[in-house]
């Protein structure tokens, strides 16, 4: 617990990139959601987001929030926003820690014509009910249609609608159970990466959204 000679950070002396390190570092572990959309030019996009995580059981809403580009792409608008507002529709890959280095690459700042399936070096895999492909190793994809899009401050935060999951068999642990020790899920830290260390489980009380 904090005492009272808690190094403290006021946000109105801090830059806007100083308080985003102190929130990566301490907002830990993230998941990843690994965002496979198209334009409307038919180029396919990979992309990871590690601000993502459930929005609502019903409907069963993901939530991603997408920043604007960096580094040479500085203040431009991502293609996977661009994309999701023209389709309308995209795929959640999540990762696994073998896919991690695919992760990785589909990262770059790339121009919108490269296709980061293949910067990735993984394969799009054809999705049931939206007409974006999921990535083939992925151990999970939850096909979605947009909801709506919320702009907060310089972000966007992306409502998608689950429409149709996909899950490799080896990755199902029976009566709608996952078996995360089985895909290994790969968490995103400040700079790094994290998996699974051993689980344990806490006493059973009421439900708090945990």
């Known amino acids: ?20 390190k102190l929130m990566i570092g301490s907002v830990v572990p993230r998941p990843i ?36 580009g960096v580094g040479e792409r500085d203040g431009t608008v991502k293609d996977t926003l661009t994309n999701i507002r023209e389709l309308g529709e995209y795929v959640i890959n999540m990762v ?14 790339v121009a919108p014509s490269k296709n980061e399936f293949e910067l990735a070096g993984v394969t799009p895999k054809p999705c049931k009910y939206v007409n974006v492909p999921a990535v083939l190793e992925a151990p999970i994809a939850f096909e979605l249609k947009l909801d709506r899009i919320i ?7 992306v409502l998608g609608i689950i429409e149709h999951v996909q ?3 080896a990755s199902y642990a029976g009566n709608f159970k996952t078996a995360v020790d089985k895909w290994k899920p790969l968490a995103s830290l400040a700079g ?13 009380v009421a439900d708090k959204n945990i």
């Open 151 to 157: 702009p907060v401050g310089g972000d966007h935060l």
């Open 96 to 109: 696994s820690e073998p896919l991690g280095e695919a992760m990785q690459r589909s990262s770059a700042n």
């Open 192 to 204: 790094d990466y994290a998996g699974l260390t051993t689980t344990f489980s806490l006493i059973h």
């Open 1 to 20: 617990m904090p005492s009272y000679d808690a190094i403290e950070f006021n946000m109105s002396d801090l830059s806007e990139h100083e308080m985003y």
């Open 33 to 68: 959601a690994w965002v496979s959309s198209k334009s409307k030019e038919g180029v396919l996009n990979l992309a990871p987001f590690s601000f993502f995580t459930v929005a609502s059981r019903n409907p069963p809403t993901l939530l991603i929030s997408i920043g604007p």
């Open 167 to 169: 899950m490799d068999p």
